[in-house]
Nanobody, 124 residues
Framework: QVQLVESGGGLVQAGGSLRLSCAGSGRSFYRYSMGWFRQAPGKERAFVAGISGGGGLTYYGDSVKGRFTISRDNAKNAVYLQMNSLEPEDTAVYYC?????????????????WGQGTQVTVSS
């Protein structure tokens, strides 16, 4: 089992950047593929980015390709989401998620563990 805690959210102007962090507890963090999801008010929780257990494979939602970068440091049990060129449409609660499979997934229901979320607000 793994517990996840996100940090790094906040208020930023359009065009700015933020870096989200997700700290994981537990052993064998490399066995978990990780994902970032986001949920805006009144909308479904949507996939943002995913990374394989070893970090060699990444995948992004269409709306963030070229702007966001997911990475991980298994020695620190951490996953990051670098967000550049932020837009007001990126405003949401961002969640870190883990699944006990080394290969990544963009499907919300395939993730077993979730953090509490961190708010990102982008002003125009």
């Amino acid at each position: 089992q793994v517990q996840l805690v996100e940090s790094g959210g906040g208020l930023v102007q359009a065009g700015g950047s933020l870096r989200l962090s997700c700290a994981g507890s537990g052993r064998s963090f490399y066995r978990y593929s990780m994902g970032w999801f986001r949920q805006a008010p009144g909308k479904e929780r949507a996939f943002v980015a995913g990374i394989s257990g070893g970090g060699g494979l990444t995948y992004y939602g269409d709306s963030v390709k070229g702007r966001f970068t997911i990475s991980r440091d298994n020695a620190k049990n951490a996953v990051y989401l670098q967000m550049n060129s932020l837009e007001p449409e990126d405003t949401a609660v961002y969640y870190c998620a883990a699944r006990p499979r080394s290969y990544l997934s963009d499907t919300r229901d395939e993730y077993d563990y979730w953090g509490q979320g961190t708010q990102v607000t982008v002003s125009s």
